[in-house]
């Protein structure tokens, strides 16, 4: 068995149109790519103790599939739902169901943005929620679920 294959694992989800960061709008979203935030998981994942299983969809029953297969695997989930947190009643059921902490990010402050984007469905079923901090959101929530994991939250 590899060391690794003792750590808490953590799902980091990200939703539709993600893979097209450092493309998509970069005066919102910024220059990184979604290679940036996958390298930024992983070495925070690697600081904190933490095993990554880092994945995009554009797919709403992807995305939905991954959170009921996180049931009872893993430790925690961070996510960005990216468009689907404004749409999806099933992601928000599917959260719900998996009874695993997540941590909501979004790149953007989606409240300084357009008001269709102020309410996420998703927060609902999130332990927090983080916006506004580009990607190092990312990190910031894995080191609050590590902590969390750490007290047994
Ligand atoms: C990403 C998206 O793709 C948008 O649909 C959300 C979120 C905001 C972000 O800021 O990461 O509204």
């Not at 993600?18 to 690697?46: F, H, I, K, S």
């Not at 989930?77 to 404004?86: K, L, M, Q, T």
Request: proline share 3%.
């Amino acid at each position: 068995m590899s060391k690794s294959s003792s750590l808490p694992l953590v799902a980091v989800l990200n939703g539709p149109n993600l893979n097209m960061l450092g493309l998509r709008q970069p005066e919102v979203y910024g220059r990184m790519t979604l290679d940036d935030v996958e390298a930024l998981c992983a070495e925070t994942g690697e600081q904190l103790g933490l095993a990554i299983d880092f994945r995009q969809t554009n797919s709403e029953g992807e995305l939905i599939s991954w959170v009921q297969e996180c049931r009872g695997k893993m430790a925690g989930i961070v996510i960005n739902p990216a468009g689907y947190s404004h749409t999806s009643v099933a992601l928000l059921d599917a959260l719900m169901a998996c009874e695993v902490p997540a941590i909501e990010v979004h790149i953007t402050n989606i409240h300084r943005r357009e008001t269709f984007r102020h309410h996420s469905y998703v927060s609902r079923a999130a332990v927090g929620v983080i916006c506004g901090l580009g990607i190092r959101g990312y990190a910031l929530a894995l080191t609050a679920l590590a902590e969390m994991i750490e007290e047994g939250a």
